[in-house]
């Protein structure tokens, strides 16, 4: 069974500064990918960024990046220059990959905060 | 694209009456996945389809809990009779095979409400 762990319910952040929200994952699958989304308090569901087991390189995606260690089992978010607008839900999530398309299992969520 | 359709957006119904939710995914995509949010339990997933075939529904939290997916293009979640505990917000999401980021994509989700 796959499991996602976010040990960090909330976090603040200064504005203009980086942060970095912890995951960790424990699966027994060879290959998986890991996902972080958004929600922010309108609700919706926004992705960011994916990283598969495969992958050499650290995922990058304008101001987020994935911090991927393999055999740490962990998946971190690092989100540079903090803007207000980053204020939000943020989820970690896996799934197995090599079998088609397969559900989602997330973490309970990690709370930002930006300040101003 | 017009993204992933849900509707209705909110939901407020009685206790014992039945609820249908209803999901357009985005179109060519050949998987679809109904996911639950609340406070106490986080996300979790009710069922999944792939080419509109049910794959797993064991997270459906019995019998009162219905899903279909009669085309490629709608699916329903169904509640009857609904309980008060079933209050959460219910999100569809699709995604397709082809491509390589595997992401899943979001509707706008349901907030359900029963009194």
């Known amino acids: 069974a796959q499991k996602i762990t976010q040990t960090q319910p909330g976090m603040f952040v200064q504005e203009k500064e980086a942060v970095t929200l912890d995951c960790t994952y424990d699966t027994s699958d060879p290959s998986y990918g890991l996902f972080w989304y958004k929600q922010p308090s309108s609700g919706e569901m926004i992705f960011l960024i994916y990283?598969?087991?495969?992958?050499?390189q650290n995922a990058t995606e304008g101001r987020y990046s994935l911090n991927f260690q393999k055999a740490r089992k962990s998946a971190n978010l690092v989100i540079s220059a903090s803007q207000l607008g980053d204020s939000a839900m943020y989820f970690c999530a896996m799934r197995e990959v090599y079998s088609g398309n397969t559900p989602l299992v997330f973490g309970k969520g990690t709370r930002l905060s930006v300040i101003a | 694209d017009a993204g992933v359709i849900q509707s209705p957006r909110h939901e407020v119904t009685e206790m014992g009456q039945e609820v249908t939710l209803r999901c357009k995914p985005i179109?060519?995509?050949?998987?679809l996945f109904w996911y639950r949010q609340t406070m106490m339990r986080g996300l979790e997933l009710l069922i999944y389809?792939?080419?509109?075939?049910?794959?797993?529904d064991s997270g459906m939290p019995e019998d009162r809990f219905s899903a279909k997916m009669p085309n490629a293009s709608f699916s329903t979640l169904k509640i009857q009779p609904s309980e008060p505990r079933d209050s959460a917000v219910y999100f569809c999401?699709?995604?397709?095979?082809?491509?390589?980021?595997?992401?899943?994509?979001f509707g706008p989700g349901t907030r359900l409400t029963v009194t």
């Open positions: 990283q598969g087991s495969y992958d050499q």
């Open positions: 179109s060519g995509h050949n998987s």
């Open positions: 999401a699709s995604t397709t095979t082809s491509g390589t980021t595997y992401e899943q994509y």
């Open positions: 389809f792939n080419n509109n075939v049910p794959i797993d």
